[in-house]
């Protein structure tokens, strides 16, 4: 994710990395970048330029990201924030939302998401590997906007991170600093980190606006709802449908499936007239797989019983274990495709481990990685 995140980043400011709405999109989209980066310095008054034509909250839609497109600046942290949202179910924007709120007023400030952003940076500082302390002090420059002197490679007593923010004094004067402390003395951490775009989205220009739960779901629904209308839109040249050799393509994409070609050609002799696929059925077969961790436990009681599944169980237990309903012509399609031994029944083998990885969009560690900051972050607030 971090070689990622600096292969598609295109601007610097101070030293930090960050990302366009633009670039987020193409990396979240597309397997390489388009064209060859180059780290763009931004001056304060560009920054802060693009920090004023950031619309508030209220005004975001399903274009977002697109009419942003190279006017904004999303650091690593929200970077890892926004790829959790892609993965997390609708039923799963509550919980999401509940952490944020640490006091439980029913609103997210400010200092309440930055506490979990350092989190998300604490978390990865733990998997650091050894090896050469200036790149990983470059590194962490790049993607949290603090680093070391290049003169204390090899560090000596009294030498320390050189400090860029509130939080590099925290790491300095104490190195298990309370979460109670971190929220207590919240106030500066926001006066000494840069804003970037998602900051005043949320929570305005001044910073103290306040994000309610109906707004947060919203921005959480739109940014989904963004990434698969691009997906849709590449495909579907202006038209309404998309070929179900295309949707095969789609669900492909980012998978460890090597012989693709199989799958393919299975599809096309099975489906030999081409019907199409809508935007709402691509789109409830991705609300699906959102839920997919709920859908593999039904269909491990398939797979215990040493049952394969049909197309009206298959329908069934989609709606009983996620509540979505997916159209006859999608569910036959899905079977047409992962249905290789063309026995009419879906396997779990056959299945659910292609949908995982492509739910990762070719990342490792998705979900997972969110719900174990989250375990942290409630055994802090509870202990502190």
């Not at 944020?100 to 952003?117: A, C, P, R, W, Y």
């Not at 603090?146 to 925290?170: A, F, I, M």
Request: proline content about 2%; charged content about 30%.
């Amino acid at each position: 994710r971090e070689q990622r995140f600096r292969r598609f980043a295109s601007l610097e400011f101070e030293g930090q990395l960050y990302m366009t709405p633009y670039d987020f999109i193409q990396a979240v989209t597309n397997d390489e970048p388009k064209r060859a980066k180059k780290w763009r310095s931004l001056s304060k008054q560009e920054l802060n330029q693009i920090l004023m034509e950031t619309p508030p909250v209220w005004k975001g839609s399903s274009k977002l990201f697109r009419n942003l497109n190279e006017k904004g600046v999303i650091s690593y942290t929200e970077y890892l924030f926004l790829l959790c949202i892609l993965t997390k179910p609708h039923a799963g924007f509550r919980i999401a939302f509940n952490m944020f709120d640490t006091d439980g007023n029913e609103m997210v400030d400010k200092k309440e998401f930055l506490v979990l952003q350092e989190i998300f940076r604490k978390k990865n500082e733990k998997r650091e590997r050894k090896g050469d302390e200036e790149k990983r002090a470059m590194l962490r420059l790049q993607l949290y906007g603090y680093h070391t002197s290049t003169n204390s490679v090899l560090k000596t007593e009294g030498e320390d991170l050189v400090p860029r923010s509130y939080w590099d004094t925290l790491r300095r004067s104490t190195s298990q600093a309370l979460f109670s402390d971190l929220a207590e003395r919240a106030d500066d951490i926001s006066s000494s980190l840069s804003d970037t775009t998602l900051l005043v989205h949320f929570f305005g220009k001044k910073g103290k606006a306040e994000l309610n739960f109906e707004d947060f779901y919203r921005f959480m629904d739109n940014l989904q709802t963004e990434v698969l209308e691009i997906e849709f839109l590449s495909y579907s040249n202006g038209m309404n449908t998309i070929s179900e050799e295309d949707f095969a393509h789609i669900l492909l994409r980012y998978t460890n499936v090597e012989n693709t070609s199989s799958y393919l050609e299975n599809m096309r002799c099975r489906i030999p007239e081409e019907k199409g696929i809508t935007f709402d059925e691509f789109r409830s077969f991705f609300q699906f797989l959102n839920n997919l961790e709920d859908f593999t436990i039904a269909m491990q009681m398939y797979n215990f019983a040493s049952r394969s599944i049909g197309q009206d169980e298959f329908k069934r237990a989609v709606y009983v274990a996620t509540g979505v309903k997916l159209s006859p012509h999608l569910v036959n399609t899905v079977f047409k495709i992962f249905d290789v031994d063309r026995d009419d029944q879906l396997s779990y083998k056959e299945f659910i481990g292609i949908m995982k990885d492509r739910l990762n969009r070719g990342f490792r560690v998705r979900i997972l990685i969110f719900i174990i900051i989250l375990v942290d972050f409630t055994i802090y607030h509870y202990l502190f």
